[in-house]
C-alpha cells in the first residue's frame, strides 16, 4: 500500500470514512468551509473490544469540552488519542452519532438517511466492527450547550471557520472511524465536507 502519510483527504457530505493510525502518528481533521461536524471513532487495532470511551475521558477530564493537551481514554481507562493542536477549542463528548432513527424521531422524516451512525457501521464494517459496537463519539467541531440550571442540552452552529482543524496523537495503533455528520441541526443547517491529513 503506498504511503498516505500528508496527503489530504476528502470526506464528502454525509459520508464517512476508517482507516489506521500507527501509534505516535498524528490525524489532522480539517474543516474546510467551516460549519461542519466530524465524528470520531477510535478502537484499538489488535483488539476493537477496546474503544473510545466519552465517560471514561469526561470523568477523568472533569469537564465537558476537551482542547489541547487533553488525553481521550478508552473503555480500559487507557489513552487512544491526544488533543496537541485545536485552533477551534469546542467539541462535543456527549451526544450519540446521528442516525435514521435521530432524523425518524428528532426530525420527523418518513425516508431518513442512515446518518452518521450508518455511514460508520458502513465504513468500519471491512475491519470486523459491527454497529453494536459503535459509541459515542468525538464529535469535532460539534457545539453542544448545557443549561447550568436544568441540564437542558441544545445544538448550537459549530464555532468552526474555514481552515480550522484539530490535531489528534495516537498512543496505539489504532482504527478509527470518520464522518462529515449528516445532522442538519449540528451543521448550522448546510452540509459540507471534512478533510483530514495524516502524518
Do not use: W
Request: include cysteine; charge should be negative.
Amino acid at each position: 500500500m503506498p504511503d498516505q502519510t500528508g496527503r489530504i483527504f476528502e470526506i464528502p457530505p454525509r459520508s464517512g470514512a476508517a482507516f489506521t493510525l500507527d501509534a505516535g502518528q498524528r490525524l489532522t481533521v480539517i474543516d474546510p468551509q467551516g460549519e461542519q461536524v466530524a465524528d470520531l471513532l477510535a478502537y484499538v487495532r489488535g483488539d476493537t473490544s477496546e474503544v473510545i470511551s466519552s465517560g471514561r475521558t469526561l470523568d477523568y477530564a472533569s469537564r465537558l469540552f476537551l482542547t489541547t493537551g487533553d488525553p481521550i481514554y478508552s473503555n480500559r481507562s487507557n489513552v487512544m488519542l491526544r488533543i496537541i493542536e485545536d485552533t477551534v477549542g469546542r467539541h462535543d463528548f456527549l451526544l450519540t452519532p446521528c442516525s435514521a432513527d435521530t432524523f425518524r424521531i428528532i426530525y420527523g422524516d418518513e425516508q431518513p438517511h442512515r446518518g452518521c451512525f450508518g455511514n460508520l457501521a458502513a465504513a468500519l464494517a471491512p475491519y470486523g466492527i459491527g454497529p453494536d459496537q459503535i459509541p459515542i463519539a468525538f464529535n469535532v467541531f460539534m457545539n453542544v450547550q448545557v443549561d447550568g440550571q436544568s441540564g437542558a442540552l441544545t445544538v448550537e452552529p459549530p464555532m468552526s471557520k474555514a481552515g480550522d482543524h484539530t490535531t489528534f496523537l495516537a498512543e496505539q495503533d489504532l482504527i478509527i472511524g470518520l464522518t462529515a455528520c449528516s445532522a442538519l441541526q449540528s451543521n448550522n443547517y448546510a452540509f459540507k465536507p471534512i478533510h483530514y491529513r495524516i502524518d
